[in-house]
């Protein structure tokens, strides 16, 4: 019962995320393209976490912890950058309920991916069949909002 109480934390994120394909869309059109206006975005989001940071007062880690860490780990900023410059450019073209739609299809599935397997040093959480079938309900309510 104690997860209820996180419910508005991801709600409120998805509608972020939401407004924010629809932001960096008309972005876009204001600098002329989806690289710019990612770049503008991600400027603009690293200025925030910066100054989050220092009001947190969260230290820079030591060499050695850096250096010891496995490579796939520095690697988020990356995917976050393809994330935000395929939603740019899809934004436009498929409308924002089914790019959100089609991104939620692909998150569900790698997440099943890395929780059945364990990837990524994530606990492992297996594939049964009531999660396969919500998957297949996530991709249903994909095809319903792309097709009516």
Do not use: Y
């Not at 996180?6 to 008309?26: E, H, K, R, S, W």
């Not at 204001?30 to 230290?59: D, N, Y």
């Not at 950058?81 to 409308?95: E, H, M, Q």
């Not at 364990?118 to 994909?142: F, K, N, Q, S």
């Amino acid at each position: 019962m104690s997860w209820l109480l996180f419910l508005p934390m991801p709600i409120a994120a998805g509608a972020a995320l939401t407004t924010q394909f629809a932001v960096n869309a008309q972005l876009r059109t204001v600098v002329g393209g989806p690289v710019v206006a990612a770049a503008i975005s991600f400027f603009i989001g690293t200025l925030a976490l910066v100054a989050a940071a220092l009001v947190v007062g969260r230290q820079v880690p030591e060499m050695s912890v850096v250096t010891s860490s496995p490579w796939w780990v520095w690697i988020g900023g990356l995917l976050g950058a393809a994330f935000v410059l395929a939603s740019i450019i899809l934004t436009p073209r498929l409308g924002a309920a089914t790019t959100i739609g089609l991104f939620l299809a692909g998150q569900m599935i790698a997440s099943i991916i890395i929780d059945h397997f364990g990837l990524l040093r994530v606990a492992v959480h297996e594939a049964t069949i009531p999660r396969i079938v919500g998957l297949m309900l996530v991709l249903l309510g994909v095809f319903l909002v792309q097709k009516f």
